[in-house]
């Protein structure tokens, strides 16, 4: 039998960035013959849980896809709901995460949130910002082409101001406008639901992340499933376009 040390001698590294697409809250609940916003509320308990998880491992990065910009086309009363949940979490979770040591950042188009929400997620940024055992960024109101869009506006300025030359715009430079500017490009997205898209999350970040498509639905994902998922994730072999 291996000693506890060699065990984790063997144990590679967690992959430093974690992405999650937190898909099936509704085809959990109307499975169950429950309203979809039931799913919803199950589903932020799995945040807690997957965020404990998360620490656990060593993840340093974890990024929650919460509410894309097309899930504005949803019904009122489901959004209405789902933005009710967010307040609920963010009033009642900021202080344990904080007390946890997670620093929590927000991705999106805050303009198109409702004012109360943006002062929470400003206080939770900045009431945690010292925080290191887990950065958690969560996506809301989030669309890949509309941050790239926002990014190409704002390089073109600072060309047309002479700030920048068209010349030195490079890779680096385009990161640097997104909005998860200075922090690593994912290692592993996870999408829960068995769908296997993308959905307009992350698109310039996921270049050469590993993809896991798991059948569970984000309310009965657990602790093991990513456990499970980074094992998968060790599987694989990252070759970014070299030979093996
Ligand atoms: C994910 O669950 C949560 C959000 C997109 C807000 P869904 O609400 O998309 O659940 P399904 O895909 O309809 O089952
Ligand atoms: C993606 O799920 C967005 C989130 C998980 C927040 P959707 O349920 O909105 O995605 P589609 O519509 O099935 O692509
Ligand atoms: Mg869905």
Known sequence: MKSVSSLRETTPPPPVHVAIIMDG????????????????????????????????LGVEYLTLYGFSIENWKRPAAEISSLMG???????????????????????????LLA???????????????????LNL???????????????????????????LDDSTIDETVISQHLETAGMPDPDLVIR????QRISNFLLWQVAY?????????????SQEDLRDAINEYHRRDRRYGATG
């Open 115 to 133: 004012d109360d929400i943006v002062s929470l997620i400003e206080e939770a940024e900045e009431q945690t910002k010292g925080n290191t055992a």
């Open 209 to 221: 992340a590993e993809l896991v498509f798991i059948d569970t639905l984000w309310p009965d994902f």
């Open 137 to 163: 960024v969560v996506a809301l109101s989030y669309g890949a082409r509309q941050e790239i869009t926002a990014a190409v506006q704002s390089v073109a300025r600072r060309v047309a101001s002479g700030e």
């Open 25 to 56: 809250n509704g085809r959990w609940a109307q499975g169950r013959g429950r309203s979809r916003i039931e799913g919803h509320r199950r589903g932020m308990e799995t945040v807690r849980e997957v965020v404990k998880g998360s620490i656990e």
């Open 85 to 111: 949940l967010l307040r609920l979490y963010l009033r009642q979770e900021i202080k344990a995460l904080d007390q946890r040591g997670v620093r929590m950042r927000f991705i999106g188009q805050r303009p």
């Open 192 to 195: 829960t639901s068995g769908e």
